[in-house]
Antibody, heavy 112, light 107 residues
Framework: QIQLVQSGPELKKPGESLKISCKASGYTFTDYAMQWVKQAPGKGLQYMGWINTQTGKPTYADDFKERFVFSLETSASTAYLQINNLKNEDTATYFC?????WGQGVMVTVSS | DIQMTQSPASLSASLGETVTIECLASEDIYSNLAWYQQKPGKSPQLLIYDASTLQDGVPSRFSGSESGTQYSLEINSLQSEDAATYFCQQHHDYPLTFGSGTKLEIK
């Protein structure tokens, strides 16, 4: 069946970087775009953007045009979210999603 | 960006009752609306897409409708497992945007 399996929780300090993975299975990876969504603790869902899995072209929502990078490793059916220069407000769960299928989410904590 | 105004923020209802959650789009989204259910610590689960099409495996007590730019999610015959937060999302135009969520408590 279609699955998106994300990497494990992260604890980072402000100013550090991290890279989250989202491994897809059960379908042809390049047939569907991959979306990214942020959910801060106790808050709603915030759409971060998407990456075209055929071309690798990312599109970012306005709040995520700096410090955030979407990338792919097509041979491994894996999408990545990199966050640079982490800030406390990046503390959140990050989801990848393909259509109706979502990953389990990665909890990221940024604290000094 | 298209704004999705969701109401109410929370509601409490008894087993067997019917509840309605609404989302108002800031412009015409041509029925390109999805409803999600999210339980604590879990990822959102798709209930309805294209405003009124039930996702496979979702109980028929969930239904979606629209009137102009107002979209509604109705849950009939509330069950205890329906306690969750519900979100709408427009998928008409990028960036895709979500409503702020409705937390449903079952009395």
């Amino acid at each position: 069946q279609i699955q998106l399996v994300q990497s494990g929780p992260e604890l980072k300090k402000p100013g550090e970087s991290l890279k989250i993975s989202c491994k897809a299975s059960g379908y042809t990876f390049t047939d569907y775009a991959m979306q990214w969504v942020k959910q801060a603790p106790g808050k709603g869902l915030q759409y971060m953007g998407w990456i075209n899995t055929q071309t690798g072209k990312p599109t970012y929502a306005d709040d995520f045009k700096e410090r955030f990078v979407f990338s792919l490793e097509t041979s491994a059916s894996t999408a990545y979210l990199q966050i640079n220069n982490l800030k406390n407000e990046d503390t959140a769960t990050y989801f990848c999603a393909r259509g109706s299928t979502w990953g389990q989410g990665v909890m990221v904590t940024v604290s000094s | 960006d298209i704004q999705m105004t969701q109401s109410p923020a929370s509601l409490s209802a008894s087993l067997g009752e019917t509840v309605t959650i609404e989302c108002l789009a800031s412009e015409d989204i041509y029925s390109n609306l999805a409803w999600y259910q999210q339980k604590p610590g879990k990822s959102p689960q798709l209930l309805i897409y294209d405003a009124s099409t039930l996702q496979d495996g979702v109980p028929s007590r969930f239904s979606g409708s629209e009137s102009g730019t107002q979209y509604s999610l109705e849950i009939n015959s509330l069950q205890s497992e329906d306690a969750a937060t519900y979100f709408c999302q427009q998928h008409h135009d990028y960036p895709l945007t979500f409503g702020s969520g409705t937390k449903l408590e079952i009395k």
